[in-house]
């Protein structure tokens, strides 16, 4: 899991309200970093929007080419980066120093020409001006975003390093090209192992069902043509299918390899085809973040659900299979000759849950290759004619007929992350029944206080690995949540809820918020962190046996355990008392699978009145 969020990581301390409605939601990702925010020219009092304005400025008015001066330290490999003999950290010391000292562009230059390096002293590292973007930027970043133009590169680049960064380039392309194949390659493998146990291993699978898989096309690509000429292969063909498959034999398998060629063929080329695009188009704006542009085969979400792993571990977690099997067990009338639609089926659990409980169809869809597992699975228990296995996104499949139960295991760490819950939203709206029901119905979040020490002694890890400094990782340490198994020993506050799921009424834009919640403490105590757990309800009305579980740190482990954000600053409680805590949640604009969390607390006194420097502010990133 991939994210990003303010680049420096969380901030910690106190901050105003109006500090806080300004700085918290700032976009998060380097592009948009570099455009939007105010630098400051290193010569002069002018400020520029973004750091392309301001190199340009340097450039022309100062006569300083610094993204020139920046590339020799950090990307060229000759006679001038062994002349300045710099390297990132000195990069940040030559800023701080040049800012402090009001150093002029005609005396940095004479530095350099007399070898003489006076910002040299550690006391540079610490930044001149607050969250500088001088000290950020990168050469690299901005040619592959197109910032600069092709004059300001390179007008102090000799023609000797001008090629250099043209091979560095070209070699980088070659080296994503050669993984894009690699992966094509072992994915068809893959597919081709499954489907000669499949297909060998059970030669009467006509007879059996008639349509026990299908797998969705792309509804992006119109035909095979436009698949290869976008850089996409096609979806491999159904396993199975009415009158088009009879009895499986070895002789079907030469046409599967020879299919199989052709595919391999038609990747390596559409790989190709794409890194030459790749190269062509550099320089030009991509304004398309969504990811379902993405190869879904290739998509490292959908690609780690087929890792068996992941599915023995949720089957062995018994609460939650536990909890799943009972409520559809004791509702059986409810699916009783019903239609459901299982939304990730993964291995197929739940529907072959529902199939017991006398579910007339059961649609079993996932658009990782587990499916293949599914299916196979589902013959093994003969349940062929009742489950339907289906291989696509939810959100582009064509079912037969509206359902009348959705149930799914879509929660994630912090019950939010992987964005699951929108694909059942998705479902429900264009699948379900007006008289449908949702399975699990409801959810809740909760936070509660923490005094651990522990947690405190993980950001002190940093003061000396090896006997290295790396406090530089604290900052990252910090702002990162980690999901963890809390001992219910270091609870310090009751709990607080923030957040209630309907799964029958919520939309998508629920699942962005800010909440307010209160954690009541008894009990002296040093608050180092925060753990955020959910409950699951299962019931969607009164007239259901209900069944629900806690991933409570007082509750029997889970394989979600608990989300901990640890506190830069720590907070001294005294017996009996109140804090106040506002949370903000959102998806990360590129990979909106992952989340940015803002948690701000106030400690409150015994009247019930804010606390002077007894406020924190904290932003975090669940990846």
């Given at each position: 899991m991939s994210g990003s969020g303010t680049a420096s990581g969380g901030s910690g301390g106190e901050e105003s309200d109006d500090s806080y409605q300004e700085s918290v939601w700032q976009p998060m990702e380097w592009h948009e970093r570099m455009v939007r925010r105010k630098c400051t020219c290193l010569f002069c009092p002018l400020k520029k929007t973004g750091i392309e304005p301001i190199l340009k400025h340097i450039h022309e008015v100062h006569n300083l080419n610094m993204l020139s001066l920046r590339t020799h330290l950090t990307v060229m490999n000759g006679a001038r980066s062994e002349r300045f003999d710099l390297d990132d950290f000195a990069w940040i010391q030559l800023v701080n120093y040049v800012r402090r000292t009001l150093t002029s562009p005609g005396e940095l230059i004479?530095?350099?020409?007399?070898?003489?390096?006076?910002?040299?002293?550690?006391?540079?590292?610490?930044?001149?001006?607050?969250?500088?973007?001088?000290?950020?930027?990168?050469?690299?970043?901005?040619?592959?975003?197109?910032?600069?133009?092709?004059?300001?590169?390179?007008?102090?680049?000799?023609?000797?390093?001008?090629?250099?960064?043209?091979?560095?380039?070209?070699?980088?392309?070659?080296?994503?090209?050669?993984?894009?194949?690699?992966?094509?390659?072992?994915?068809?493998?893959?597919?081709?192992?499954?489907?000669?146990?499949?297909?060998?291993?059970?030669?009467?699978v006509k007879k059996k069902c008639s349509k026990p898989f299908v797998e969705m096309p792309d509804p992006d690509s119109d035909d095979e043509e436009d698949e290869r000429s976008s850089g996409r292969s096609s979806p491999a063909p159904a396993l199975a299918s009415d009158a088009a498959t009879a009895d499986a034999d070895e002789e079907s398998l030469p046409a599967l390899a020879s299919a199989e060629g052709e595919a391999a063929s038609a990747s390596a080329s559409a790989a190709a085809d794409g890194s030459a695009a790749a190269a062509k188009s550099e320089g030009d704006d991509d304004d398309d973040d969504d990811d379902?542009?993405?190869?879904?085969?290739?998509?490292?979400?959908?690609?780690?659900?087929?890792?068996?792993?992941?599915?023995?571990?949720?089957?062995?977690?018994?609460?939650?299979?536990?909890?799943?099997?009972?409520?559809?067990?004791?509702?059986?009338?409810?699916?009783?000759?019903?239609?459901?639609?299982?939304?990730?089926?993964?291995?197929?659990?739940?529907?072959?849950?529902?199939?017991?409980?006398?579910?007339?169809?059961?649609?079993?869809?996932?658009?990782?290759?587990?499916?293949?597992?599914?299916?196979?699975?589902?013959?093994?228990?003969?349940?062929?004619?009742?489950?339907?296995?289906?291989?696509?996104?939810?959100?582009?499949?064509?079912?037969?007929?509206?359902?009348?139960?959705?149930?799914?295991?879509?929660m994630g760490y912090f019950l939010l992350y992987e964005s699951m819950f929108d694909t059942v939203l998705a479902a429900r709206d264009k699948w379900l029944n007006p008289e449908g029901h949702v399975f699990p119905g409801k959810f809740t979040m909760h936070m509660v206080g923490l005094a651990d020490p522990s947690l405190t002694g993980r950001l002190d890890y940093w003061k000396d690995v090896y006997g290295f400094s790396m406090k530089s990782m604290r900052s990252s340490d910090l702002y990162e949540a980690e999901v963890m198994t809390v001992d219910p020993a270091t609870l310090a506050t009751d709990p607080g809820l923030f957040k209630t799921f309907d799964a029958q009424t919520a939309t998508v834009d629920n699942l962005e918020f800010t909440s307010e919640f209160t954690m009541v403490?008894?009990?002296?105590?040093?608050?180092?962190?925060?753990?955020?757990?959910?409950?699951?309800?299962?019931?969607?009305?009164?007239?259901q046996q209900q069944?629900?579980?806690?991933?409570?740190?007082?509750?029997?482990?889970?394989?979600?355990?608990?989300?901990?954000f640890i506190l830069e600053e720590p907070l001294d409680l005294e017996e009996?008392?109140?804090?106040?805590?506002?949370?903000?949640?959102?998806?990360?604009?590129?990979?909106?699978?992952?989340?940015?969390?803002?948690?701000?607390?106030?400690?409150?006194?015994?009247?019930g009145c804010p606390e002077r420097g007894r406020r924190r502010i904290q932003d975090y990133v669940i990846q």
């Open positions: 004479k530095h350099f020409k007399e070898k003489e390096m006076p910002w040299d002293d550690s006391e540079y590292y610490k930044p001149t001006l607050r969250d500088d973007l001088m000290l950020q930027w990168e050469p690299d970043e901005l040619a592959k975003e197109s910032m600069v133009d092709d004059i300001l590169m390179n007008s102090y680049l000799s023609p000797l390093e001008q090629l250099q960064v043209k091979i560095r380039k070209t070699e980088e392309s070659k080296r994503l090209t050669e993984e894009t194949l690699k992966r094509a390659l072992s994915d068809l493998e893959s597919i081709r192992e499954r489907a000669r146990v499949l297909l060998l291993g059970e030669p009467d379902d542009d993405e190869d879904d085969d290739t998509d490292p979400y959908f690609v780690s659900y087929a890792n068996v792993a992941i599915h023995r571990e949720m089957l062995q977690d018994t609460v939650r299979t536990s909890s799943y099997h009972d409520f559809i067990m004791k509702n059986a009338d409810v699916f009783k000759g019903k239609v459901v639609l299982d939304v990730g089926c993964g291995t197929g659990i739940l529907s072959m849950f529902a199939a017991r409980a006398g579910a007339a169809r059961v649609y079993a869809v996932d658009q990782s290759t587990i499916v293949y597992q599914a299916m196979a699975i589902i013959r093994e228990n003969k349940l062929e004619n009742t489950i339907k296995v289906i291989r696509g996104k939810v959100e582009n499949i064509d079912l037969e007929e509206k359902v009348d139960i959705i149930i799914s295991e879509w403490y008894h009990k002296d105590a040093l608050i180092t962190g925060l753990a955020c757990y959910f409950d699951t309800h299962f019931a969607s009305s009164e007239d069944v629900e579980f806690s991933c409570s740190p007082k509750a029997p482990t889970t394989h979600w355990k608990q989300t901990v009996d008392g109140t804090i106040e805590g506002v949370i903000t949640v959102k998806k990360q604009k590129k990979h909106h699978r992952a989340l940015h969390v803002v948690i701000k607390l106030t400690l409150l006194d015994m009247d």
